[in-house]
């Protein structure tokens, strides 16, 4: 043996990072379905309604074409891009540059990590709300950097206190990250909160990471607004939006990225790298889906708001210590207090409910550590469903409940 090393070893990165937690119940899964258990899966945020038709219609064609058939062009289909642009006109009430400020990509997640990888270096510092979506925290410590970890408390309706943030933190941060609608806990911010967020990060020059792949799902009168709609958020942002939540396209894996041009071209300039850009049938399918409009939008939009209403009445009915969602598709709920007393946490209460009922939700430390204590429901089954699951969870929580 030639070699100093005794063992084909993964990095040490990779090793100490834990399993990505969302599949934690998969295997009660499969065992209760062979078992004949019917399951109402509220687990993953994979939303429910297929992809519309017209939307696979323009991917079939597109892919029919020829020049779609070989690699893709690195930074998108220009039609594409003009696309988003005219949307996000209408939508946020800025003009962008399609050339120079939008990069569709593989997947919001993906650019997401990928960020992390074009900005971190060893050491550095990323400021991220917690509870988090695990790419948050994942990208950044993967990519060598470390994360402080904002925590999103229930008296604050689970908006992160920027005021929070001791200096000596913002000195060493050289990326900070937010999201509202938030996932996993529903919480919702309004511009003056994105215009503090983008005055620290302009003050400490901060790179600003807003994912907003809930732009377009938003109940009462929270509808988000975008980084760019505040003064200075083009000088320090990176904004990122998906197609897979509004237009139910999760499994084709299509998002992009806008803002600041130096920064777009950065993360471009990695992943030229890494991979090839997206499918150009998918991009085509993404022009569709911008043009279905906003009528189809809305559409989506209210049916997870009634989803919404329904979970919550039941949660507060309850009398769970809830908060309500004001945008994403998700319920925060604390796991019952006969749990905690036990030393039990948020993994041994969904097994248990998993297994008695059939409902699966996930474990909310699979969103850090400030979880351990909740539970998240996903509101991606028809009502009816729902309905049916809530029934469940109620009897069996209260089974359990000593508030
Ligand atoms: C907050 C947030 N960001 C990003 C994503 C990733 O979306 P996608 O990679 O499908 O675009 C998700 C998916 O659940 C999410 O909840």
């Known amino acids: 043996m030639k070699s100093p090393f005794n063992k084909i070893l993964p990095s040490l990165r990779l090793v100490e990072m834990p399993p990505y937690a969302f599949g934690q119940l998969d295997e009660l899964k499969l065992e209760l379905i062979k078992n004949g258990k019917e399951l109402i899966d509220l687990s993953l945020g994979s939303p429910d309604r297929g992809t519309e038709p017209t939307v696979l219609e323009a991917m079939y064609k597109g892919m029919q074409k020829s020049r779609n058939q070989q690699y893709p062009i690195f930074s998108g289909l220009p039609e594409f891009k003009e696309e988003i642009a005219n949307w996000f006109e209408s939508r946020f009430n800025t003009r962008l540059d399609p050339?120079?400020?939008?990069?569709?990509?593989?997947?919001?997640?993906?650019?997401?990590?990928?960020?992390?990888?074009?900005?971190?270096?060893?050491?550095?510092?990323?400021?991220?709300?917690?509870?988090?979506?695990?790419?948050?925290?994942?990208?950044?410590?993967?990519?060598?950097?470390?994360?402080?970890?904002?925590?999103?408390?229930?008296?604050?309706?689970?908006?992160a206190d920027l005021d929070e943030i001791p200096e000596e933190i913002l000195l060493r941060a050289r990326m900070m990250i937010i999201s509202y609608p938030n996932n996993p806990?529903?919480?919702?911010?309004?511009?003056?909160?994105?215009?503090?967020?983008?005055?620290?990060?302009?003050?400490?020059?901060?790179?600003?990471?807003?994912?907003?792949?809930?732009?377009?799902?938003?109940?009462?009168?929270?509808?988000?607004?975008?980084?760019?709609?505040?003064?200075?958020?083009?000088?320090?942002?990176?904004?990122?939006?998906?197609?897979?939540?509004?237009?139910?396209?999760?499994?084709?894996?299509?998002?992009?990225?806008?803002?600041?041009?130096?920064?777009?071209h950065t993360l471009y300039k990695l992943k030229t790298n890494i991979d090839y850009g997206v499918c150009m049938g998918i991009q085509e399918a993404g022009t569709a889906a911008l043009r279905l409009g906003d009528s189809y939008r809305e559409e989506i939009r209210l049916e997870y708001q009634r989803r919404r209403d329904y979970v919550h009445q039941v949660l507060t009915d309850m009398k769970l210590k809830v908060?309500?969602?004001?945008?994403?598709?998700?319920?925060?709920?604390?796991?019952?207090?006969?749990?905690?007393?036990?030393?039990?946490?948020?993994?041994?209460?969904?097994?248990?409910?998993?297994?008695?009922?059939?409902?699966?939700?996930?474990?909310?430390?699979?969103?850090?550590?400030?979880?351990?204590?909740?539970?998240?429901?996903?509101?991606?089954?028809?009502?009816?469903?729902?309905?049916?699951?809530?029934?469940?969870?109620?009897?069996?929580?209260?089974?359990?409940?000593v508030v």
């Open 99 to 159: 050339k120079t400020q939008i990069l569709p990509l593989l997947g919001s997640k993906e650019g997401i990590a990928h960020i992390a990888f074009a900005y971190m270096q060893e050491g550095h510092l990323a400021i991220i709300p917690s509870p988090y979506y695990p790419v948050h925290m994942r990208g950044t410590v993967l990519a060598g950097g470390h994360v402080y970890e904002l925590k999103l408390k229930a008296e604050n309706n689970y908006v």
């Open 185 to 264: 806990t529903g919480s919702v911010v309004d511009k003056s909160y994105l215009e503090k967020a983008v005055n620290i990060c302009k003050e400490y020059n901060i790179l600003l990471v807003n994912d907003l792949a809930y732009s377009e799902i938003w109940f009462d009168q929270n509808k988000p607004a975008s980084i760019f709609e505040v003064r200075g958020g083009m000088d320090v942002g990176v904004e990122f939006h998906t197609f897979s939540k509004t237009y139910n396209m999760a499994g084709m894996r299509l998002g992009f990225a806008v803002g600041n041009p130096e920064i777009i």
């Open 323 to 401: 908060t309500k969602p004001g945008g994403a598709m998700y319920h925060w709920i604390p796991i019952p207090k006969s749990y905690i007393d036990e030393r039990k946490n948020s993994f041994d209460f969904a097994r248990d409910l998993l297994e008695a009922t059939g409902v699966a939700l996930v474990p909310g430390l699979t969103f850090g550590k400030f979880g351990e204590d909740y539970v998240r429901l996903a509101l991606v089954q028809p009502l009816d469903k729902i309905k049916i699951a809530m029934e469940k969870f109620q009897k069996f929580t209260q089974s359990k409940l």
